[in-house]
Each structure stands twice: as C-alpha cells, then as structure tokens.
C-alpha cells in the first residue's frame, strides 16, 4: 500500500516536470502573439513628396510596433480608413502606442494619397 503511494507520488511529480518544460518550450518558440503577421507585397520606398512625408514617417513608427510596414498599394483608397480602423482597435487590443488625431490622420492621408 505504501510502496503504490511512492510510486504515484513519483510518477506526478515526473508527470509535472515533463509539462513544464512542454511550456518552457512553446514560450521560446512562439514568439509571441504578434510574433510573424505577414504583410503582402513589398515595402514602401522611402517617401519624398513633402505632403506624405510626415504620415509615412508617422505610419513607420506606429505600423512596425507590430508588423512590417504596409505599401500603400495593398489596398484602394476606400478600403484603407477601414483598415486603419482595425489597426486603432489592434492598438488597443495590444496596448500598443496610439498616434494622437493629427498624427493618425497623416498616416491616413499617407495611404489613402498613395494607394492604387
Ligand atoms: C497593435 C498591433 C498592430 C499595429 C500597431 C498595426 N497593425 Fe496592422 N495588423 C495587425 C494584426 C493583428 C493584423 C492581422 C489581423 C488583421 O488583418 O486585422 C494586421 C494586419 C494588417 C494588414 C494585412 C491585412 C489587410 O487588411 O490587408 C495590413 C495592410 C495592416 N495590418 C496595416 C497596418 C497599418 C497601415 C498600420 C499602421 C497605421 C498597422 N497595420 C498597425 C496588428 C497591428
């Protein structure tokens, strides 16, 4: 009766350490939540007309906390406020740094100026 005992306590204990390490693994590996949003297509070149130039600077700093940065060919002038829509509510959801009004408008203006 006594030996049964040892041997679960044993085999719960072996039982246990095996999961943690399984944990241990999946933390290094997963990298995250955020870890690998893939973003189509190429990366924007660097903007150079001075009406675009501060939403492009703005969008490298708020877009790249959680992804590669855009083009804004990937999407229609009327699709991208949507788009950005969901990316304010990802922002949130992550508690990412949020642009303040003038600053999200840039961006906006940015792809909605530049998209296809
Ligand atoms: C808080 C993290 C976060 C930030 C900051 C963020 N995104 Fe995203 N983005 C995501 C997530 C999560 C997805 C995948 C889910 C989805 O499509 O909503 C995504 C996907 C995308 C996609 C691919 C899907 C599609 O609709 O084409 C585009 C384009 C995109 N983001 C644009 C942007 C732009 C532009 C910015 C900067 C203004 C930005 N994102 C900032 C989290 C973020």
Redesign the pocket.
């Known amino acids: 009766m006594k030996q049964k005992l040892i041997f679960v306590v044993v085999s719960f204990l072996l039982l246990s350490s095996c999961d943690n390490n399984n944990h241990g693994g999946n933390m290094m590996g997963g990298g995250g939540m955020?870890g690998n949003?893939e973003?189509r297509g190429e990366r924007p070149p660097q903007e150079t007309n001075s009406q675009y130039v501060s939403g492009y600077q703005q969008?490298k700093i708020?877009?790249t906390?959680?992804?590669a940065l855009?083009h804004p060919n990937?999407?229609t002038s009327s699709e991208w406020p949507n788009?950005?829509t969901?990316?304010e509510n990802?922002?949130r959801t992550?508690g990412?740094s949020m642009p303040d009004k003038t600053e999200l408008k840039s961006?906006i203006n940015y792809?909605v100026g530049n998209a296809n």
């Open positions: 955020m949003i973003i969008a708020t877009c906390q959680c992804h855009p990937q999407h788009v950005i969901r990316m990802h922002i992550y990412k961006i792809y």
